[in-house]
């Protein structure tokens, strides 16, 4: 019953900002759980007034003033009382003259006791922001940072799986717990190639023979 409540506010949200009501409109990719679901609705009611640019740069402003010790503690203390909370963030919304869409969907989150999603939910809305203009975004984690011919030789390599308009937006880091060579996540893909991971199989194909 909980979540036939929640997924029914979340819907309302995105149909009621504008008039007539109409259907979600589905981002370009899916992100699951509830962050992912508060991203849609975000992403339908932005998309029908085309506001999403907007509200994409009014996300990234309300990531910065979380990073405020006081603010941190409003959007991830469960102890403190609902009400103060939504009293809070709408006072600092509204100061920081943001955009009916962006304040009314702040509070809904602080309505639902779900404030402390908040970063989740503006990675996600990033995320289908991305695909909206046809960025694909790709991590490469190798286990010491690569030079810059091999950085070269890697884009290369990624541009071959992209298609006709798409752009390749990649993050590099490094973590030497792999060993050697690379974990790549480029769009839903995903391929462990380290050194650990193949070790780990090797040792268990070895115990179980």
Do not use: W
């Not at 699951?32 to 009014?58: H, M």
């Not at 009314?104 to 989150?109: C, G, M, P, T």
């Not at 404030?115 to 046809?134: C, D």
């Amino acid at each position: 019953m909980a979540a036939a409540g929640f997924g029914k506010q979340v819907r309302h949200f995105s149909t009621t900002v504008i008039k007539p009501v109409s259907k979600l409109i589905q981002p370009p990719i899916q992100v699951y759980g509830v962050e992912g679901r508060y991203a849609t609705a975000l992403y339908s009611a932005a998309s029908k007034q085309k506001n999403l640019d907007q509200v994409e740069k009014e996300l990234s402003r309300v990531k910065s003033l979380m990073k405020d010790p006081k603010m941190t503690t409003v959007f991830m203390n469960p102890h403190i009382k609902r009400s103060i909370k939504q009293k809070t963030v709408n006072d600092v919304m509204t100061k920081e003259k943001l955009s009916t869409i962006t304040i009314n969907f702040i509070n809904l989150l602080a309505e639902n006791g779900r404030l402390s999603f908040t970063p989740g939910v503006i990675s996600a809305f990033g995320k289908m922001m991305s695909a909206h203009r046809g960025e694909v975004l790709c991590s490469v984690t190798t286990a010491q940072p690569l030079d810059e011919a091999s950085l070269a030789e890697l884009k290369n390599a990624l541009n071959g799986f992209l298609q006709k308009g798409e752009t390749l937006q990649l993050e590099t880091k490094s973590d030497p717990s792999i060993l050697g060579g690379m974990i790549v996540s480029i769009g839903d893909k995903y391929v462990d190639m380290s050194t650990k991971t193949k070790i780990q199989k090797l040792t268990k194909i070895m115990r179980e023979t």
